[in-house]
């Protein structure tokens, strides 16, 4: 099955500067990459997503950048805020039938 | 859409007991999942259905675990005689079917065993 691993596992970046989490990938055939971001006592909520069709996407501070080649795939934010400190997972999928995530990166902002 | 309803948030029990959880998906969405998180993971597949059939479950799952989609929209987990090892987060997620369809977590119920 498809195994995805993320990286750091911990950051910490002052607010107002740029964060980034990378994940790979080991099956080819997975096409669909989403990214969640985890609040203390909630269920992760989907920020942005890719498809394999895509090299890069973006939504105001946040963009995603996918390399197939390398099956790599990381998240960008910028200008971070200190309500950006959560979890963040990475997870990929090839059918749209099961997702595999990776461990989580626990991003703080440091005002 | 009012998103993805888990009930309860937070149960206690003791190792032996039964418990169930339920989730109420998002109304459109034909699939649901439940996942397992502990902590500092990221979640776990453990089943997902469409509609009313379960396609799929993972190894994970112990025959201890059950979950129904009786009617295609509300799901139930439950586990019997329940172990330490079970104490964790239990998320369930739905969703459309279809590729890049992506999942819709409800805030998840802690399960503590002691």
């Known amino acids: 099955g498809e195994n995805v691993e993320q990286h750091p596992s911990t950051l910490s970046v002052q607010e107002g500067d740029s964060a980034v989490i990378k994940c790979t990938y080991s099956d080819s055939a997975s096409n669909y990459f989403p990214w969640y971001k985890q609040e203390l006592g909630k269920g992760p909520q989907l920020i942005i997503d890719?498809?394999?069709?895509?090299g890069e996407k973006k939504d105001q501070r946040i963009a995603v950048t996918l390399n197939k080649t390398a099956k790599h795939f990381s998240l960008h934010i910028t200008e971070t805020q200190p309500e950006d400190s959560a979890v963040y997972f990475c997870a990929a999928s090839d059918t749209g039938n099961q997702f595999y995530f990776g461990t989580g990166t626990s991003l703080t902002v440091i005002p | 859409d009012t998103g993805v309803s888990q009930d309860p948030r937070h149960k206690i029990t003791k190792r032996g007991q039964n418990v169930t959880f339920r989730c109420d998906p998002i109304s459109e969405h034909n699939r649901l999942y439940w996942y397992r998180q502990t902590l500092g993971q990221g979640p776990e597949f453990l089943t997902y259905?469409?509609?009313?059939?379960?396609?799929?479950k993972s190894r994970l799952l112990s025959d201890r675990f059950s979950a129904e989609r009786p009617k295609g929209s509300f799901s139930t987990l439950e586990i019997q005689r329940t172990e330490q090892g079970d104490s964790a987060m239990y998320l369930c997620a739905s969703s459309l079917v279809g590729l890049s369809s992506p999942l819709h977590f409800g805030n998840g119920t802690r399960l503590t065993v002691t």
């Open positions: 259905f469409q509609n009313e059939a379960q396609l799929e």
């Open positions: 890719i498809r394999s069709n895509v």
